[in-house]
């Protein structure tokens, strides 16, 4: 098994001898794709394999096995041509996949023309292209268990990502993404959507989650692939998430790319409404012009975090279920805020805040808490755990992420809740102008720093008894 880290960190270091390839976001895109076609090919040869009269949409010339795969194949100018030509009778792969058809597979087709329609080959040294294509040839993502190299790659993608400055907001940490699944339990036949779905973490653990849980014939298989649908916007982060699903087993994602702030709010019917939302919205990020007038005259705002919360309150079924990622700026505030909170606990049973530590999201430093709720009936009380660093662990880092062992207490008492140090509950009526940030009433205070003036008056106290010492010492001398 290869060592997925030491072969992204290959990549990157050959990538930067490419005069083509500029920054992360470039490097970002070249891997997708290539990471794409890659994957695809491996499932389609699994598929050619269980499934009678299955056929890869992919011409034959162009199958990740048939020019990438070989350590010897080509390279150099000739396979820039093979990518880039788009000479009449010599059309190169990005060409030909661009405008690819099937009548047998249409769906599956439109996946890989809406993949290449929104990516670009940047690199412009063949050579350097094919020591790239055969470092990721160096890991067979169909041999690994329980996705263990798949996790790996993506851990690798999706920290790069983080740190690539305004793309953090696709990255929510592994353990997060399996709390909030677990917690809000997604049935098989249930519809499941992220409308922010980044990378599809949320999305992977749902799959996971149905088919550990509740699958259990080929039937069942079939109604999981067609119950799990993404929405995402950055192109970069729509092909890492197509991929991710494509290696969860989904023969052909319902995976859009999409702004779900311009989805028509009004044009949402019950055929389009979901039983299960997972999600960690963007917040903080800029929308595009005119997006906000999308929504309710009394929801209307430019923070994306406040209006991707009107539009799930519309997306959700009767009864169904939520589960998301909110900074402390969308549960407090007044204004359009207040009123988007008060439509939030009027509209639904808000049974569930988890409040984390600043550095959950390293290394962006934001307080952040999950949101628990289910449409249908209104909040009467919530209940609050706060979440707290192990003992001795000052932050979350890089090196110490956080882990989804040290959960074990919320799932433990998510079904026995009593009141304790980390748990308390809150009636609605006791809220002021439906503000959320309600803070643990048990927990001690902090010893407040000392004043300027209460420093100066210590530190001259000091010098004065230093003074009186000093004098005692020079009569004792005399």
Same mark, same amino acid.
């Given at each position: 098994m290869a060592n997925v880290g030491a072969v992204i960190s290959s990549i990157r270091n050959i990538m930067r001898q490419d005069r083509g390839i500029s920054g992360d976001a470039q490097r970002l895109e070249q891997l997708g794709w290539m990471l794409f076609l890659k994957i695809i090919d491996d499932k389609d040869q699994e598929l050619e394999i269980t499934k009678d009269d299955y056929e890869s949409v992919i011409p034959e010339k162009f199958q990740w096995r048939n020019w990438a795969a070989d350590t010897e194949g080509i390279t150099g100018d000739e396979l820039l041509e093979f990518i880039d030509s788009n000479a009449e009778g010599n059309r190169g792969l990005f060409a030909t996949l661009r405008n690819l058809s099937s009548n047998t597979n249409p769906k599956r087709a439109a996946i890989v023309k809406e993949v290449f329609e929104g990516s670009n080959n940047f690199m412009k040294s063949g050579y350097e292209m094919r020591k790239v294509i055969n470092k990721l040839n160096e890991i067979d993502f169909n041999s690994s268990k329980d996705k263990q190299v798949f996790g790996d790659i993506y851990e690798s993608i999706l920290v790069e990502l983080r740190d690539a400055g305004n793309k953090g907001e696709y990255y929510t940490p592994r353990a997060v993404t399996q709390l909030m699944t677990k917690m809000t339990n997604p049935k098989l036949g249930e519809?499941?959507?992220?409308?922010?779905?980044?990378?599809?973490?949320?999305?992977?653990?749902?799959?996971?989650?149905?088919? &550990?849980?509740?699958?259990?014939?080929?039937?069942?298989?079939? %109604?999981?692939?067609?119950?799990?649908?993404?929405?995402?916007?950055?192109?970069?982060?729509?092909?890492?998430?197509?991929?991710?699903?494509?290696?969860?087993?989904?023969?052909?994602?319902?995976?859009?790319?999409?702004? &779900?702030?311009?989805?028509?709010?009004?044009?949402?019917?019950?055929?389009?409404?979901?039983?299960?939302?997972?999600?960690?919205?963007?917040?903080?990020?800029?929308?595009?012009?005119?997006?906000?007038?999308?929504?309710?005259?009394?929801?209307?705002?430019?923070?994306?975090?406040?209006?991707?919360?009107?539009?799930?309150?519309?997306?959700?079924?009767?009864?169904?279920?939520?589960?998301?990622?909110?900074?402390?700026?969308? %549960?407090?505030?007044?204004?359009?805020?207040?009123?988007?909170?008060?439509?939030?606990?009027?509209?639904?049973?808000?049974?569930?805040?988890?409040?984390?530590?600043?550095?959950?999201?390293?290394?962006?430093?934001?307080?952040?808490?999950?949101?628990?709720?289910?449409?249908? &009936?209104?909040?009467?009380?919530?209940?609050?755990?706060?979440?707290?660093?192990?003992?001795?662990?000052?932050?979350?880092?890089?090196?110490k992420p956080i882990q989804f062992n040290e959960f074990q207490p919320i799932v433990d008492w998510w079904d026995n809740r009593v009141e304790n140090d980390q748990a308390w509950k809150v009636k609605v009526e006791d809220l002021k102008d439906w503000d959320l940030d309600i803070k643990n009433p048990v927990q001690e205070e902090e010893e407040k720093m000392p004043s300027s003036n209460e420093l100066l008056e210590k530190l001259n106290k000091s010098f004065e008894k230093s003074q009186g010492i000093i004098k005692e010492i020079k009569q004792l001398v005399g």
């Open positions: 519809k499941v959507l992220d409308p922010a779905a980044g990378t599809g973490g949320f999305l992977t653990e749902a799959i996971d989650h149905i088919r &550990s849980e509740y699958v259990h014939t080929v039937d069942d298989e079939h %109604i999981l692939q067609n119950s799990i649908t993404g929405w995402e916007l950055k192109p970069v982060a729509y092909v890492l998430g197509l991929t991710n699903l494509i290696l969860h087993e989904i023969d052909i994602p319902e995976y859009i790319y999409r702004d &779900s702030l311009k989805v028509e709010y009004n044009g949402i019917k019950a055929k389009d409404k979901v039983d299960v939302i997972l999600a960690n919205p963007p917040f903080g990020a800029s929308i595009a012009d005119g997006v906000e007038t999308n929504f309710p005259s009394s929801y209307r705002c430019k923070e994306s975090a406040d209006l991707f919360v009107i539009l799930m309150l519309q997306l959700l079924k009767p009864n169904g279920r939520c589960a998301i990622v909110l900074p402390d700026g969308s %549960i407090t505030g007044d204004g359009v805020k207040a009123r988007i909170r008060e439509k939030l606990l009027t509209d639904c049973n808000l049974h569930t805040i988890i409040r984390l530590p600043q550095s959950t999201f390293f290394p962006a430093t934001v307080s952040t808490n999950l949101l628990f709720f289910e449409k249908g &009936s209104p909040t009467k009380e919530i209940w609050y755990y706060e979440h707290k660093l192990p003992e001795g662990q000052k932050s979350y880092s890089k090196t």
